[in-house]
């Protein structure tokens, strides 16, 4: 616990320095229904040739194929995708008949559940559901050193008509 809260820490403080090295990899889920592109960006090669690195890349490549997130981060979702959300929400509240100032606190909770849903950085990390991606990331900027962010990601799935593409 003490080691991810240094690494928060850490990476919030090097969040400002640009990411311009990196990585692009795949993920082929097991029987080639689901597969994943994904670049994540760090600040030097020499980082991005590690294999806490490479293990971090495949590992977010893993849990986009599981997850099928929309956007990267909150700031990323659409001002459209986030009032038609919040509409239903508002919607689904005052149908229950409570009142406003109670309806408002229904959708509150119910878009930070719906970024939790469609928000690569703020999903519980399928390997580790006590930490997000964002905490995952930023441990591992605590241990390397260095900014990394994902920059954007492709996932595809066999039988759908499109696929989910995600750039920061």
Same mark, same amino acid.
């Given at each position: 616990?003490?080691?991810?809260?240094?690494?928060?820490?850490?990476?919030?403080? *090097? !969040?400002?320095?640009? %990411?311009?090295?990196?990585?692009? =990899?795949?993920?082929?889920?097991?029987?080639?229904?689901?597969?994943?592109?994904?670049? @994540?960006?760090?600040?030097?090669?020499?980082?991005?040739?590690?294999?806490?690195?490479?293990?971090? @890349?495949?590992?977010? =490549?893993?849990?986009? !194929?599981?997850?099928? +997130?929309?956007?990267?981060? *909150?700031?990323?979702?659409?001002?459209? !995708?986030?009032?038609?959300?919040?509409?239903?929400?508002?919607?689904?509240?005052?149908?229950?008949g409570k009142p406003s100032q109670v309806v408002e606190k229904i959708?509150?909770? *119910?878009?930070? *559940?719906?970024?939790?849903?469609?928000?690569?950085?703020? &999903? +519980?990390?399928?390997?580790? &559901?006590?930490? %997000?991606?964002?905490q995952l990331i930023a441990s591992v900027v605590g241990k390397l050193?260095?900014?990394?962010?994902?920059?954007?990601?492709?996932?595809?799935? @066999?039988?759908?008509?499109?696929?989910?593409?995600?750039?920061?």
């Amino acid at each position: 616990m003490v080691l991810r809260k240094k690494g928060i820490a850490t990476a919030a403080k *090097k !969040a400002t320095r640009t %990411t311009s090295e990196g990585s692009v =990899a795949s993920y082929i889920h097991a029987g080639g229904k689901i597969g994943v592109l994904v670049e @994540v960006n760090c600040e030097s090669d020499f980082v991005a040739r590690t294999d806490d690195f490479k293990t971090l @890349v495949h590992d977010i =490549a893993m849990h986009i !194929a599981a997850t099928d +997130p929309r956007f990267i981060r *909150k700031e990323d979702v659409t001002p459209e !995708a986030f009032e038609k959300e919040k509409d239903i929400y508002r919607a689904q509240a005052a149908a229950t008949g409570k009142p406003s100032q109670v309806v408002e606190k229904i959708v509150e909770g *119910k878009m930070g *559940k719906f970024y939790e849903d469609v928000c690569l950085y703020e &999903q +519980p990390f399928i390997k580790d &559901q006590t930490m %997000t991606v964002h905490q995952l990331i930023a441990s591992v900027v605590g241990k390397l050193g260095e900014n990394i962010s994902v920059k954007r990601f492709a996932r595809f799935k @066999v039988g759908d008509v499109g696929e989910t593409i995600a750039v920061s």
